[in-house]
């Protein structure tokens, strides 16, 4: 099998890292894995958990959110942020003295000791008017030291370290390196034990949000020894960590993300995080909420966006009416307000759960993170299309001609990185996908295993076959049509829709493994379709029972938002249908071959006539780490001539 050159990696051993990463137990129910199952488990999102009104909210909380507000009112002014690529001193400052960077720290610690649910309220606020502001806050206690130590750490390590970082002492997360991005396998930082029993720590981090600003950084590295990979805490101002670089990228122009390098750093012992050798393990359950903050601060973008739109539609008049009087126009409009109403249910599931601790929402937090960031990143490009040339002009420029400052632009820029960063749209396909297959694996694995013997699969067979004998028969024979969900009213047809399909979906699952059998791992056009449905059973799921409680609870907007799920599932039904149909019917392999001709160089008589990169395949290899090489990268020549 093929090594990596860098790091001698096969693609095996990167998949036995991850694997070795995974949570395998199954100790509380989700809704997701569930619905892979063909079980649709209409309980678990029914009664729909309401988020708490405005009045029903902690009177502590509300005091908080108003005094939040009314300083971003006051003291934000992104336009700047944006221009000068700074957060201002006295605006995070002001941050700090109102607790933004301990409302997800208990208070014992020095925070504010907010629920999942108040803190995401938060970050729906940040989310509609502040990139810059939202990866700031959102690095440090989503992800940052306060999350993994909460969960993770020794006493010690909370009693040290949660206080500081409630007080305001900015941290960071450290796993990817320049030979690391979605592939924890390839991880170089290295520790190893010195006589004193502490740890070495040495390696460079790259692309560390926060780290040019952070005092504390959680930092994931392998030790020496049996290369296990574990979570520390460490300090920015310890002999031998420097910021070698500051990044800059098309948006998000503040973020503070450095480039770190760590010379023998002596890390205390006490400043493991959990156990030796559990750092990935730690990392992906930190994210299993923390990954919430960037769906819930995507739903206020599209928030943001629609009510732009809205106004925007109705005022410009084009061709002898407002734009949103023409029909392509209004399909837009009535997407982005579906959509908005859909996300709104998705994630707000997914974070009263976080809050429950009795359902494990791994899979529903990363449905949550790449569905919603898949509808906000549309949502965005059909903003700056309804907005037409002022959706592409910026704010300084709109407002220096005497225009509203709307920063669609700036929003665009700043949105983009959410498809790419805590996990990246293909990786939540994967993390999902392999969900969807475990059922099977662990009942029929030993079957389409290569490494067993036929005398050994044979000697499965009688178990496995038993599962199945119920489990597939089944898999037909629910019943999800009239009089199902009757209690349901209006929304009982989309639900028996889901119920069918959520054992049609576990029939194609089953079908696959059968028909690809050890190669399904593979064939990601088919499991990505199968994740792409689920996520929209689960989208049409919440929207469903979230508009039959708003009606249940007399809330005042329900006929709006029944008007809203109802479009929003019949459009889900459709796309449904065509997955499902794609399945088995595309051009997934005539692709993939197509895809290797290119990257042959067969097809690259296409590219005639451009100026081109100037550079050979080689030289896109990410450089070896600055401080081994003692020298600054080179400034590309771009667009350099043949
Ligand atoms: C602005 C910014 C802030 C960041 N902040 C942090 C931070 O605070 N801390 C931190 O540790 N990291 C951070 N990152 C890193 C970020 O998490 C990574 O960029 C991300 O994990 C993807 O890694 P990569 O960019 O190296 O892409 P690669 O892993 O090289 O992937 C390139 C492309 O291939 C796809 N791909 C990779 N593997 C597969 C596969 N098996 N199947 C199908 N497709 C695949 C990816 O989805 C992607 O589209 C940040 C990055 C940026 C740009």
Redesign the pocket.
Known sequence: MAKDEHTGVSEKEAMEVAEASRETAWTHPSFLRELFLGNFRLDLVHPFPMAPSEEEDRPEFRAFYEAFKEFLRQELDSVEIDTTGEYPESLVDGLRKLGAFGMKIPKEYGGLGFTAVEYQKVMHLVGSCDGNISALLS?HQSIGVPQPVKLFGSKELKQKYLPRCAAGEIS?????EAQV???PARLLTSVERTPDGDYLLNGEKL???NGTLAKLLVVMARHAENKAISAFVVETEWPGVTIEHRCH?MG?RA?A?AVISFKDVVVPAGNLIGKEGRGLKIALTTLNDGRLSIPNGSVGTAKAALEICRKWSAERVQWGKPIGKHEAIAHKLADMAAYTFAMESVVGFATQMADRGDVDIRLEAAAAKEWNTFRTWQIVDEAMQIRGGRGYETETSLAARGEQPIGIERMMRDYR?NK???G????MH?FMAREAVDKHLEVAGALIDPRKKLAEKLAELPSIAGFYATWYPTRWLGWGRFPRYREMGAFAGHLRFVERNSRKLAREVFHGMVAYGPKLQNK?GFLFRLVDITMELFAMATSAARAHAMAGHRHPDADKAAELADLFCRMARRRIRGLFRDLWSNDDVRKYKVAQNVLAGRHAWLEHGIMGLGVTAKALEPPTPFRERGERAPVARPFATH
């Open positions: 690095a960071a997360f450290a796993l990817t991005g979605s592939d692309w560390c949000t990228f998000l973020l993300n990185i790419i960063f805590e990246s749209s293909e990786i994967l990601q």
